[in-house]
Protein backbone atom coordinates (compact mmCIF):
# COMPACT_ATOMS: atom_id res chain seq x y z
CA UNK A 1 0.00 0.00 0.00
CA UNK A 2 1.25 3.64 -0.74
CA UNK A 3 2.85 5.13 2.25
CA UNK A 4 2.85 9.10 2.36
CA UNK A 5 3.81 10.79 5.45
CA UNK A 6 3.32 13.62 6.85
CA UNK A 7 4.85 16.16 10.10
CA UNK A 8 4.46 17.65 12.26
CA UNK A 9 1.27 16.14 13.25
CA UNK A 10 0.37 18.52 15.47
CA UNK A 11 1.39 22.44 15.49
CA UNK A 12 0.42 25.11 17.37
CA UNK A 13 1.37 28.71 16.45
CA UNK A 14 0.65 32.42 17.29
CA UNK A 15 -1.56 34.93 14.12
CA UNK A 16 1.44 35.76 12.11
CA UNK A 17 3.62 33.19 12.82
CA UNK A 18 5.66 31.07 10.34
CA UNK A 19 4.61 27.42 9.67
CA UNK A 20 5.90 25.17 6.91
CA UNK A 21 3.90 21.69 7.30
CA UNK A 22 5.98 18.42 5.25
CA UNK A 23 5.10 15.69 3.23
CA UNK A 24 6.59 12.79 1.91
CA UNK A 25 5.32 10.30 -0.22
CA UNK A 26 7.86 6.53 -0.76
CA UNK A 27 5.78 4.91 -3.94
CA UNK A 28 7.20 7.25 -7.19
CA UNK A 29 3.25 8.97 -7.46
CA UNK A 30 3.39 12.38 -9.95
CA UNK A 31 0.78 13.87 -8.21
CA UNK A 32 0.66 15.28 -4.77
CA UNK A 33 -2.12 17.37 -2.87
CA UNK A 34 -2.41 19.47 0.23
CA UNK A 35 -5.94 19.24 1.45
CA UNK A 36 -7.44 20.93 4.58
CA UNK A 37 -10.81 19.72 6.18
CA UNK A 38 -13.13 21.77 7.84
CA UNK A 39 -16.49 21.26 9.34
CA UNK A 40 -19.35 22.55 7.46
CA UNK A 41 -16.70 22.58 4.34
CA UNK A 42 -15.35 19.45 3.62
CA UNK A 43 -11.97 18.47 1.95
CA UNK A 44 -10.91 21.50 0.16
CA UNK A 45 -8.44 21.31 -2.40
CA UNK A 46 -5.32 24.12 -1.18
CA UNK A 47 -2.41 23.17 -3.57
CA UNK A 48 -1.39 20.53 -6.02
CA UNK A 49 1.56 19.55 -8.33
CA UNK A 50 2.23 17.06 -11.00
CA UNK A 51 5.54 16.56 -10.25
CA UNK A 52 9.16 18.12 -9.11
CA UNK A 53 8.74 22.00 -9.54
CA UNK A 54 5.65 21.81 -10.47
CA UNK A 55 2.88 23.85 -8.48
CA UNK A 56 -1.36 24.05 -9.33
CA UNK A 57 -3.72 26.44 -7.47
CA UNK A 58 -6.29 24.72 -6.08
CA UNK A 59 -9.56 25.53 -5.14
CA UNK A 60 -8.80 27.29 -1.52
CA UNK A 61 -5.17 28.89 -2.17
CA UNK A 62 -5.42 32.36 -0.39
CA UNK A 63 -2.49 32.41 2.40
CA UNK A 64 -0.97 29.53 0.89
CA UNK A 65 2.34 28.66 -0.65
CA UNK A 66 3.61 25.04 -1.27
CA UNK A 67 6.37 23.65 -3.00
CA UNK A 68 7.34 20.27 -4.58
CA UNK A 69 11.10 20.05 -4.31
CA UNK A 70 11.60 16.55 -5.38
CA UNK A 71 9.24 13.64 -6.41
CA UNK A 72 9.01 12.78 -3.31
CA UNK A 73 8.45 15.98 -0.99
CA UNK A 74 5.54 18.31 -1.10
CA UNK A 75 5.70 21.40 1.73
CA UNK A 76 2.90 23.63 2.41
CA UNK A 77 3.72 27.01 3.55
CA UNK A 78 1.67 29.44 5.91
CA UNK A 79 3.81 32.78 6.09
CA UNK A 80 1.32 34.85 7.91
CA UNK A 81 -0.74 32.29 9.85
CA UNK A 82 -4.16 33.32 10.84
CA UNK A 83 -6.93 31.85 13.24
CA UNK A 84 -9.10 31.00 9.72
CA UNK A 85 -6.24 28.69 9.24
CA UNK A 86 -6.96 26.78 12.00
CA UNK A 87 -7.78 23.39 10.76
CA UNK A 88 -6.77 19.43 10.02
CA UNK A 89 -4.42 19.10 6.50
CA UNK A 90 -3.84 16.38 4.64
CA UNK A 91 -1.46 15.65 2.11
CA UNK A 92 -2.22 13.16 -0.48
CA UNK A 93 -0.42 11.11 -3.46
CA UNK A 94 -1.83 9.43 -6.43
CA UNK A 95 -0.02 7.78 -9.61
CA UNK A 96 0.42 8.97 -12.97
CA UNK A 97 -2.99 8.44 -14.44
CA UNK A 98 -4.17 11.31 -13.01
CA UNK A 99 -8.06 11.60 -13.03
CA UNK A 100 -8.41 7.78 -12.81
CA UNK A 101 -6.15 7.29 -9.68
CA UNK A 102 -6.67 6.50 -6.13
CA UNK A 103 -5.50 9.25 -3.65
CA UNK A 104 -3.64 7.70 -0.83
CA UNK A 105 -4.04 10.35 1.75
CA UNK A 106 -1.72 10.67 5.08
CA UNK A 107 -2.20 10.68 8.44
CA UNK A 108 -2.91 14.51 8.50
CA UNK A 109 -1.62 17.50 10.69
CA UNK A 110 -3.44 19.14 12.62
CA UNK A 111 -2.66 23.07 13.12
CA UNK A 112 -3.81 25.39 15.70
CA UNK A 113 -3.18 29.14 15.06
CA UNK A 114 -4.16 31.07 18.24
CA UNK B 1 -22.34 26.01 -3.59
CA UNK B 2 -21.35 22.26 -3.12
CA UNK B 3 -20.47 20.67 -6.75
CA UNK B 4 -21.16 17.05 -4.65
CA UNK B 5 -23.70 16.80 -2.92
CA UNK B 6 -24.58 14.13 -0.36
CA UNK B 7 -27.41 12.91 1.76
CA UNK B 8 -28.09 12.36 4.06
CA UNK B 9 -26.03 14.49 6.14
CA UNK B 10 -25.90 11.21 9.20
CA UNK B 11 -27.54 7.93 9.24
CA UNK B 12 -28.28 5.24 12.07
CA UNK B 13 -28.90 1.91 11.52
CA UNK B 14 -28.72 -1.40 13.01
CA UNK B 15 -26.13 -3.81 13.28
CA UNK B 16 -26.90 -6.63 10.33
CA UNK B 17 -29.08 -4.07 8.28
CA UNK B 18 -27.99 -2.51 4.88
CA UNK B 19 -27.14 1.73 4.71
CA UNK B 20 -27.60 3.73 1.29
CA UNK B 21 -25.46 6.59 0.69
CA UNK B 22 -26.65 8.80 -2.10
CA UNK B 23 -24.25 11.47 -3.92
CA UNK B 24 -24.68 13.82 -6.81
CA UNK B 25 -22.76 16.07 -8.90
CA UNK B 26 -24.04 19.45 -10.35
CA UNK B 27 -20.98 19.54 -12.52
CA UNK B 28 -22.05 18.14 -15.89
CA UNK B 29 -18.42 17.71 -16.95
CA UNK B 30 -17.37 14.80 -14.35
CA UNK B 31 -17.12 11.47 -15.46
CA UNK B 32 -15.43 9.33 -12.44
CA UNK B 33 -16.89 8.95 -9.15
CA UNK B 34 -15.34 8.24 -5.77
CA UNK B 35 -16.05 6.71 -2.33
CA UNK B 36 -13.98 7.59 0.85
CA UNK B 37 -14.07 6.13 4.16
CA UNK B 38 -12.95 7.95 7.14
CA UNK B 39 -12.64 6.68 10.04
CA UNK B 40 -12.84 8.71 13.22
CA UNK B 41 -9.28 10.52 13.78
CA UNK B 42 -8.07 8.60 10.52
CA UNK B 43 -7.30 9.66 7.25
CA UNK B 44 -9.69 9.05 4.26
CA UNK B 45 -9.45 5.47 2.58
CA UNK B 46 -10.44 4.90 -0.93
CA UNK B 47 -13.63 2.14 -0.95
CA UNK B 48 -14.72 2.31 -4.38
CA UNK B 49 -14.92 3.86 -7.47
CA UNK B 50 -17.30 4.06 -10.98
CA UNK B 51 -17.02 5.11 -14.43
CA UNK B 52 -19.65 3.28 -16.08
CA UNK B 53 -23.25 2.98 -15.95
CA UNK B 54 -24.93 0.00 -13.81
CA UNK B 55 -23.34 -1.19 -10.47
CA UNK B 56 -20.46 -2.37 -9.05
CA UNK B 57 -20.14 -4.76 -6.12
CA UNK B 58 -17.10 -5.95 -3.47
CA UNK B 59 -17.84 -8.04 -1.26
CA UNK B 60 -20.29 -6.24 1.13
CA UNK B 61 -20.48 -2.69 -0.98
CA UNK B 62 -22.41 -1.96 -3.96
CA UNK B 63 -21.78 1.22 -6.25
CA UNK B 64 -24.69 2.14 -8.82
CA UNK B 65 -23.72 4.98 -11.07
CA UNK B 66 -26.44 6.79 -13.50
CA UNK B 67 -24.85 9.30 -15.69
CA UNK B 68 -26.87 10.77 -17.19
CA UNK B 69 -28.42 12.06 -14.02
CA UNK B 70 -24.67 12.35 -12.42
CA UNK B 71 -26.09 10.57 -9.37
CA UNK B 72 -24.17 7.64 -7.76
CA UNK B 73 -25.00 5.61 -4.15
CA UNK B 74 -22.79 3.65 -2.06
CA UNK B 75 -25.24 0.52 -0.05
CA UNK B 76 -23.68 -1.32 2.22
CA UNK B 77 -25.34 -4.48 3.11
CA UNK B 78 -25.01 -6.55 6.58
CA UNK B 79 -23.83 -2.98 7.90
CA UNK B 80 -21.14 -3.76 10.80
CA UNK B 81 -20.15 -1.71 13.79
CA UNK B 82 -16.57 -1.23 12.10
CA UNK B 83 -18.28 0.39 9.10
CA UNK B 84 -19.42 3.55 11.20
CA UNK B 85 -17.23 6.51 9.86
CA UNK B 86 -17.59 9.53 7.56
CA UNK B 87 -18.31 9.02 3.82
CA UNK B 88 -17.35 11.35 1.28
CA UNK B 89 -18.06 10.83 -2.44
CA UNK B 90 -16.14 12.78 -5.01
CA UNK B 91 -16.21 13.38 -8.56
CA UNK B 92 -13.04 13.78 -10.95
CA UNK B 93 -13.73 16.03 -14.45
CA UNK B 94 -12.61 15.02 -17.40
CA UNK B 95 -9.22 15.78 -18.49
CA UNK B 96 -6.22 14.51 -16.78
CA UNK B 97 -5.97 17.24 -13.99
CA UNK B 98 -5.47 14.70 -11.15
CA UNK B 99 -8.04 16.75 -9.22
CA UNK B 100 -11.11 15.68 -6.88
CA UNK B 101 -14.55 17.67 -5.69
CA UNK B 102 -15.84 15.85 -2.45
CA UNK B 103 -18.81 16.37 -0.80
CA UNK B 104 -19.43 17.05 2.65
CA UNK B 105 -19.71 13.11 3.40
CA UNK B 106 -22.42 11.12 5.18
CA UNK B 107 -21.75 10.04 8.66
CA UNK B 108 -22.78 6.24 9.50
CA UNK B 109 -23.27 5.19 12.62
CA UNK B 110 -24.07 1.25 12.90
CA UNK B 111 -26.05 0.27 16.13
CA UNK B 112 -24.92 -3.46 18.16
Known amino acids: EAAVTQSPRNKVTVTGGNVTLSCRQTNSHNYMYWYRQDTGHGLRLIHY???????QIGDVPDGYKATRTTQEDFFLLLELASPSQTSLYFC?????????????FGPGTRLTVL | QQKVQQSPESLIVPEGGMASLNCTSS?????YFWWYRQHSGKSPKMLMSIFSNGEKEEGRFTVHLNKASLHTSLHIRDSQPSDSALYLCAASRAGNTGKLIFGLGTTLQVQP
Open chain 1, 49 to 55: SYGAGNL
Open chain 1, 92 to 104: ASSARTGNYAEQF
Open chain 2, 27 to 31: DRNVD
